[in-house]
């Protein structure tokens, strides 16, 4: 009992583990089950008892009822005797007979009686074994005797019969009554047996109950405590953990054994509280975060090299920064609201009150520049700028404002306005017409001098209004240059004719400048114009002596044509005849046409059209051919040296053919026309062809092969080229060929090539020889080209 | 007695021109065919050689001076073929060397320009042997 009770209570202290197992109501049901367990084994003891104490008294019963039967028939059987006695004493037979029979089946009657109450008997009472076998020996017995008796008695043998019921009789008697004896006295034995075994009986009853219910309440109490411990113990950490949490302790974790309801409530109380202090660390960190970024701002706003403040939407100052407080000496109390306007200087207030109420209406100016007093009572220029928050409908939350120290910004902008002061009243004294543009050109300013002169107002000439000055003959190309150096940033030269005030023109040299900035942009262009009317006066003059040797060059050029006019006159008797020939030939046609029968009139026509046409082609070449003999003063005119080399050619094709020449042209298709005499070039060409013909007169193994070529020398020369593989010439005679007078031919004045030489010269070119590789020699000259040479 | 249609129908004598001036070119065909022969016309040596008119060619009028092939030049080539065709000469150049010249390498007459009709007419009745 007591080891079973300290086994209960050990159970009870590592119960928790094992009975944490369970869900709570799982373990009540269990707990219960053991009770009621416990109760039915009390129970189960105490029944046993009962069973037991019940069968001794059904022992009890039973021996008495064993007594009682066997008492039973002994008696019946004393009776049957007694009766048979008094029978046989009265030697009635008939009665006997009856009496027999129905005595006998009383006392077998009896005998089964008693015999199935023994046999019925609980199988604790120990049974005589003498007991049924007698009385089966009298049930047995009888019936025999009796039917031997009866027969006797029939027979009325009624001493026989006495005696058979003496022997016969007496000793089941005497068996029947030891009989009893003997079961009296088993019966008394067993009687005091089973009132032994029911006192025990009653005894154990008397401890078990007390025992077993004890044990059951101890069991009860034991598996209670350990259930509800098992219930309690984890609450209360649960209520340990909340009031933890109630306290601010995030930190306390609930121990969580098991997986019942409770420890599943443990764990989520865990969780819960892990996700909570996770959240305050956070919004901990969070926080942290956002102070140390307002201390950061603080010190940037604080630190900035510049004034800044803030206010209200409705102009009230409430925030301004250090540098404010430092610069103007005051307290923020003094500043604050619309304090710091005594900080401005008096005479910038109203501007500073304009711009305010300018911020405040719709109607907002972007900066104003005012005034600020330091904390030493002096005063610096600001410049003010705002700028307002705005928030999602657009009206303003704050206003936000910087106020920048610009004093040495203005110092610098009065200085350079006073420099440029000075620099503009030496421009208007010195002794030339001065002016500066812009980039794009516009004219911007003309000097006192230069207005004074053309008589017009800074407005009116100013831009492009200048241009009213310039001579319109000069003026397109003035433009026209202006516009190239402008784009190409080259200085401008140029000279034009300048309206005076009074209405003369004179002549000015136009000189202009640019200026670029450090990255190499041109910023300015500044120039001045020189009067050079003086000069061009004089270069009028030096024209005019100029043009007089041109003249006399021209005369020399004439006597050298007509030294040739020998030589041509084949060339023209040739270009005239073919005309006339073909004039003959048609109007021998015509006539004959017309004489014929019919008159063929349309030939006739036909051929008198072609005369015409002829007549004309004669006409053409004679007028050519006057031109080219005319004296002629030099008429320079834009041509193509193409087409005058082709000319020339044409005219002395036929000589050429005559002396056998072959000639091979190699004209440039490109050539840009030049600037020249016409007539005195294609004298040139004439007179090198010729040299070039004369000297392959006596050339026999070779073809007598003659090359001309124009090509560009340059960007702005032209070359033309005259090759023969003639006789050549000597190197060392090479610079006299160009000497007046000297010649190699027999029959030649020797006058040609000084003379194209100098008309060469005075289109600007030159004009030169040099001798083959093979041989013969190549003369060549080039002239610029471009409409601006000056002949 | 042929009438002008029957006479017509006679294939005219081909008479080759040939000449680089276009003027000649122009105003001689016509004459030519007043005069009733068929004209054909070639502005230079090298196309009248290239032709296939080489064979019927009963007359050349040839131009003396012409760039590229010359006349004599093509007088001795044909001399060279073997194509004995009657040549006159034309030239502008009145001068007194060529015409001996032509004359003496086989051609039939040397008329200088312009030259009358008649005069050509009569050189080519020579040319032809019509006299």
């Not at chain 1, 007390?210 to 649960?238: D, Y």
């Not at chain 1, 109390?333 to 005479?347: F, K, T």
């Not at chain 1, 600001?382 to 939350?397: A, E, N, Q």
């Not at chain 2, 040839?62 to 000469?89: N, S, T, Y």
Request: glycine residues 6%.
């Amino acid at each position: 009992m007591i080891a079973k009770l300290l086994q209960n209570r050990r159970q009870a202290a590592d119960g928790p583990s094992r009975l944490h197992r369970l869900n709570i109501g799982s373990r009540l049901a269990l707990c219960f089950m053991l009770i009621i367990l416990a109760m039915f084994a009390g129970s189960a003891v105490l029944l046993w008892q009962f069973h037991q104490a019940r069968l001794q008294s059904e022992r009890l019963t039973g021996v008495d009822q064993e007594l009682i039967a066997v008492l039973r028939a002994h008696l019946s059987l004393m009776s049957f005797y007694e009766r048979l006695d008094v029978l046989a004493d009265a030697e009635d037979t008939n009665t006997l007979g009856e009496q027999v029979e129905v005595l006998q089946n009383a006392l077998l009657q009896d005998s089964q009686r008693s015999q199935s109450a023994l046999s019925h008997l609980p199988p604790e009472v120990r049974l005589d074994p003498t007991l049924l076998p007698t009385l089966l020996a009298i049930q047995d017995e009888l019936p025999a005797q009796l039917q031997a008796m009866a027969m006797l008695a029939k027979s009325g043998d009624w001493n026989a019969v006495r005696l058979r019921l003496a022997n016969q009789v007496r000793p089941l008697e005497a068996r029947s009554s030891l009989l009893v004896e003997n079961v009296d006295r088993e019966v008394s034995e067993e009687r005091a047996q089973a009132v032994l075994n029911i006192r025990l009986a009653q005894r154990k009853i008397f401890l078990i109950v007390p025992i077993t219910v004890a044990m059951t309440i101890v069991f009860a109490a034991l598996l209670g405590l350990a259930i509800t411990r098992s219930i309690t113990q984890p609450l209360g950490k649960l209520m340990e953990g909340s009031t933890a949490l109630a306290r601010g302790d995030f930190s306390h974790r609930v121990p969580v054994a098991g997986n019942d309801e409770i420890a599943r409530l443990g764990g989520i109380f865990n969780e819960m509280i892990a996700t909570l202090q996770t959240d305050i660390e956070e919004r901990k960190r969070a926080e942290e975060a956002l102070s140390a970024s307002e201390r950061k701002l603080e010190f940037i706003i604080n630190a900035i090299p510049g004034m800044a403040w803030s206010s209200d939407p409705d102009g009230y100052t409430d925030f301004l920064n250090q540098r404010w407080l430092d610069y103007t000496g005051l307290s923020t109390e003094q500043l604050q609201g619309w304090g710091w306007m005594a900080a401005i200087h008096p005479e910038d207030l109203k501007a500073i009150v304009e711009y305010g109420e300018s911020n405040l209406s719709s109607n907002r100016t972007a900066e104003v520049e005012a005034r600020v007093r330091r904390f030493d009572r002096t005063y610096r220029w600001f410049l003010f700028r705002t700028s307002p928050l705005l928030d999602k409908s657009g009206k303003v939350i704050r206003w936000y404002g910087t106020n920048i120290d610009i004093e040495d910004r203005k110092r610098a902008q009065e200085a350079l306005a006073a420099s440029e002061r000075e620099l503009r009243s030496i421009i208007n004294t010195i002794p030339t017409t001065a002016w500066s543009t812009r980039p794009d050109g516009y004219c911007d300013f003309l000097n006192e001098r230069w207005l004074n002169y053309a008589g017009m107002t800074p407005e009116r000439a100013q831009g492009w209004g200048w241009r009213a000055a310039i001579h319109p003959d000069d003026l397109d190309g003035l433009v026209e240059n202006w516009q190239t150096c402008l784009a190409s940033g080259t200085p401008v030269d140029s000279e034009v004719r300048m309206r005076r005030f009074d209405g003369a023109y004179r002549w000015f040299l136009l000189r202009g400048n640019p200026l670029h900035d450090e990255s190499g942009k041109i910023v300015r262009w500044y120039g001045i114009n020189i009067d050079i009317e003086d000069r061009k006066q004089v270069e009028a003059q030096n024209k005019i002596a100029e043009e007089a040797l041109n003249r006399a060059r021209s005369e020399l050029a004439h006597v050298a044509r007509v030294s040739t006019l020998n030589a041509l006159t084949a060339s023209i008797a040739h270009e005239v005849n073919q005309p006339l020939s073909g004039i003959v030939t048609n109007a021998s046609t015509c006539l004959r046409m017309l004489s014929a029968d019919p008159p063929n009139v349309d030939g006739a026509r036909e051929t008198a059209r072609r005369t015409i046409r002829d007549g004309n082609r004669a006409s053409d070449v004679v007028t050519r051919l006057r031109a080219l003999f005319s004296k002629k003063d030099v008429v320079a005119e834009v041509l193509d040296l193409n087409d005058a080399t082709r000319e020339v050619i044409a005219l002395s094709l036929s000589d050429l053919l005559r002396n056998g020449v072959i000639l091979e042209m190699q004209l440039a298709t490109d050539l840009p026309p030049v600037m020249g005499d016409r007539v005195q070039l294609q004298q040139v060409v004439m007179n090198l062809v010729r040299n070039a013909s004369d000297a392959m007169g006596n050339v026999e193994d070779r073809p007598r092969q003659l090359l001309i070529r124009t090509e560009r020398e340059d960007a702005d020369r032209l070359r033309l080229t005259v090759k023969d593989v003639g006789s050549g010439f000597a190197p060392e005679t090479a610079d006299r060929l160009f000497e007046p007078f000297f010649t190699t031919k027999n029959r030649g004045m020797g006058i040609g090539l000084s003379v194209s030489r100098s008309i060469i010269e005075a289109h600007q070119g030159r004009l030169w020889a040099a001798a083959n590789d093979g041989p013969g020699s190549t003369f060549s000259f080039s002239i610029p080209c471009g409409t601006d040479t000056k002949v | 007695m042929k009438t002008a249609q029957e006479q017509a129908a006679i294939e005219l004598p081909l008479v080759a021109i040939v000449d680089d001036d276009e003027s000649v070119r122009e105003s001689l065909p016509d004459l030519l065919r007043e005069f009733g022969f068929a004209p054909r016309t070639f502005s230079s040596a090298e196309e009248f050689l290239s032709s296939d008119s080489l064979a019927q060619t009963k007359c050349l009028l040839l131009d003396a001076f012409m760039p590229g092939m010359k006349g004599f030049d093509l007088q001795r080539e044909l001399k060279l073929r073997g194509q004995r065709i009657p040549i006159i000469f034309m030239t502008a150049n009145k001068n007194q060397t060529v015409r001996p010249q032509v004359l003496e390498q086989g051609a039939v007459e040397c008329l200088f320009k312009p030259f009358s009709d008649t005069a050509l007419l009569a050189a080519l009745k020579k040319a032809l042997g019509m006299d």
